[in-house]
């Protein structure tokens, strides 16, 4: 009898965390159940074992693990793009916007931050 599984995603290009650097399985799997991962592998062996829900084709895609951003200002996303270089930014960009930056902007600059970083992949944020 297969185990079960909310969700089996397979046939992806697999990075791990497993041993030294990052682990690789060219034709990889992982089985979700109530939102946590409980098995890694090869497709073949985990579409064996496991009876999923849902299951979704990963092909040509890596799957790899939630990204980490040690470091973001989430407000500053609504000033993006108004200096060239870090000095300017901070001189000609960050300085003067944020004197006049209300809390309802700061709000939905942090808003569209995190929107966009989920989007990419990244599920830990060091916001400062």
């Known amino acids: 009898?297969?185990?079960?599984?909310?969700?089996?995603?397979?046939?992806?290009?697999?990075?791990t965390?497993?041993?030294?650097?990052?682990?690789?399985?060219?034709?990889?799997?992982?089985?979700?159940?109530?939102g946590r991962i409980v098995a890694v592998g090869a497709t073949s062996a985990l579409a064996a074992r496991f009876a999923a829900d849902e299951t979704i084709d990963a092909t040509?895609?890596?799957?790899?693990?939630?990204?980490?951003d040690a470091h973001m200002h989430t407000p500053w996303a609504v000033v993006r793009g108004v200096a060239q270089d870090v000095a300017h930014w901070m001189q000609r960009g960050l300085?003067?916007?944020?004197?006049?930056m209300s809390a309802d902007a700061m709000l939905a600059g942090t808003r569209l931050n995190v929107l966009e970083a989920l989007r990419a992949g990244t599920t830990t944020f060091g916001d400062y």
Do not use: K, T
């Open 1 to 15: 009898m297969n185990e079960h599984a909310d969700l089996l995603i397979q046939h992806g290009h697999l990075l």
């Open 60 to 68: 040509g895609q890596a799957v790899l693990p939630g990204l980490i």
């Open 17 to 34: 965390m497993r041993g030294r650097g990052v682990g690789y399985v060219a034709d990889g799997a992982l089985a979700i159940e109530q």
């Open 95 to 100: 300085a003067p916007y944020s004197r006049h």
